[in-house]
């Protein structure tokens, strides 16, 4: 195949030679990886095995980043040997389609920067906050292992089968290599996973403003602000995105201050304080307007609004923890990993960990970006490895830090904030006498301490905001004042978290809401060709209104349910983002094996993963559908509610009334359903794809629908510094005066 | 005298150092931007342009304005996702 490619002689090279790649190793550089191997080790030994009283966040940092460097440059290497071998003699999608607009190859530090800001989202901040209620050790390990095996396995390997295919997307690939079946199922479980990822979501936003007149108002005004910054763009100065993101932020930071101040006043807090049902209403109404109103006016400013928070909280956290270097009392495994009844998530550690923390180890989601938008734009093959492998690389450091903002809060806040109203009763009280019953050692709360980090986060209440996002702004909170403006600063660094949650969640929701309605329109066009047509105003509201419908009937179910809501929906959002990974697995595995004989052996890198975490979610689903303990099960709470409803009795467990437990009946009866559908979709998808690989082992092979090799005209390094081999040829490159070399000279 | 010339050699070098670390700053300063409006997007409409000027020279390039709306009006017909 890569015979076929001949390089135009009168050109430099556009590849480095393959005997060249081959690394030489000196004494300096064995030294270097021995010092790296050796300092994530110890790291890990502090971590792992060493039980002072407390162990220095700083650990976390060494073992996550020591970790990634090993397996950047050892493993990912070896996925790039056996498994994707990619070639720069061959021109990427961008080269051979270069239309200045969807395809363009573009410098790799840049594209980094683009594909990292559209994988990073709330995702992989809140579950690991929640995980921590089973101690940081295990969650610690899940996200570091699971993303070097994992998570990037994926997202590289994605990156590249798409690029090798002009672009195409998961849903696209499924079709074309897993049959009929496979791939329509595929199409419907993300369909259907879109809809409960952004019900979720939309859960955590609510959780996070109810009752909260601060945070109701700064996030409100990110509305105007973000209208404002669409006006400037289209009418005043087009294209000046730097210069009105500049302005967005400075507006953003304002309406934090401000909202501190008007959440002071008697109106302001009368006025902004909404209980949960009704920003739910509200979220769900927005989620609307956003998905109807042209993209320029709303999505795009808050798009990039989001990108500017996004990289801002980022190097803040990451720079804080390495400053402040916070001391972490939480045990390194808690009583809750080998208990099915923790008060922040139901479940054994075995699965439900591995559910939990979803996006920061393994995230299936990003397959939908891996695919798509990505691959049109990589300059050269071998940087995919760099964009795709590196960028989950920088996605699980961020889960990393956000467990280190919420183990380092005391343990005893941790669980009055993430314990369900229905367990505290939403009390200062109620919470102290809570949390004290669990019987957690070390722990011992009071309502003083309650009372007072309220006080100082200029929040009413702080017992159970559930859903993470609360818990990662106090633990920021806690860890900033530190280093800048002291307790005076809590309510700022608080709202400050918030609000950029609050950002990514409603720029997902708006987004999530467009790509579910445009997949429905597709569908439906085919029965009622009319809704094909995107710019039919009435087919586009009514699929829009299916899809908030659906999820918006998720959130309203969530926030009113008399369990909890988080804590029985959550385990939802895991699952099918997990179950979307397994789906883009076994797309990549279908892949790899038809490649032939010669990818076989090394088939284990894309087949363990892919086991694994077919595993972990269908062993979550069936305990989910089929455990007998109500707390996990969904059909087992299910029928006792439905029993005591039968036996007369009008209150049960936590449910205060007859209308709470009709509720429970109802809920559970979602819930249950949800979780068969799913895992009856991702096991049809991965069958299909077992069948296609067993089939490609006994004919040595399959169709291979990758584009026509085209020799690639253009020369970039691969990684984030240019070898020296490579600054060589981009020499020649220069010199022949063929290419401006990339960098800042660029313009 | 020794004193001067010395003191002419230090000046010289804390100039020399001074202008080497405002190369430095001015050069990181130039990456830095560029790097921000790369990723931000501000330079699309340009590479836009440039594409078209090398690849189709016979035909004349969306104006500023109306590259910005197709842009914009592109996303409106093909949603892209984001993450969770």
Redesign the interface.
Known sequence: MTDEIVPDPALPPTAVPAEDLKPRWTWQKIALWAAIALLGGVAWVMIALVRGETINAIWFVFASVCTYLIGYRFYSKVIERYITRPDDRRATPAETR????DF?P??R??LF??HF???????PLVGPVLAAQMGYLPGTIWIIVGVVLAGAVQDYTVLFFSMRRGGRTIGQMAREELGRIGGVAAIVASLLI?II?VAI?ALVVVNALGESPWGVFSVSMTIPIALFMGVY??YLR?????EV?LIGFVLLLAAIIGGGMVADTAWGAEFFHLDRTTIAVGVIVYGFVAAVL???LL??PR??LS?FMKVGVILVLAGAVVIVRPEISVPAVSEFAGSETGPVVAGNLWPFLFVTIA?GAL?G??A??SS??TPKLVEKERQTRFIGYGGMLMESFVAIMALVAAISIDRGVYFAMNSSAAATGGTIEGAVAFVNSLGLTGVNLTPDVLSTLAAQVGEPSIVSRTGGAPTLALGLAHIMHQLVGGTAMMGFWYHFAIMFEAL?IL??VD??T??A??MLQDTIGNVAPRFKD??WRPGVWICTAIMVAGWGTILYLGVTDPLGGINTFFPL?GIA?QLLAAIALAVVLAIVAKRGRAYWTWLWIVAVPLAFTALITIWASFEKIFSDVPQVGYWAQHRAFKDALAAGETSFGTAPDVAAMEAVVRNTFVQGTLSIVFVVLSIIVIVASVVVTLKAFRTGGGENHEDAPVASRRFAPAGLFASAKEKRIEKQWADAGLRETT??G?? | MPGTTEARTVGSTTRDAARAVSRAASAGWTSLRWYVRQVMGDDAYRTYVAHERSAHPDREPMGEREFWREHYAEQDRNPGSRCC
């Open positions: 270069e239309d200045g607009k363009v573009t410098d530090r840049v920067g683009h800001a559209a994988i990073a989202g709330a995702g879109m990822i979501l763009l289209r087009p294209g000046k995105i730097t993101s042209p993209v320029w999505l795009a798009d990039y990108t996006c995230s989601f990003h939908l970006i798509g938008t990514f720029t997902a987004a999530g467009r790509v309605r445009f995107m710019s959002f983002n960098g800042a660029h313009h």
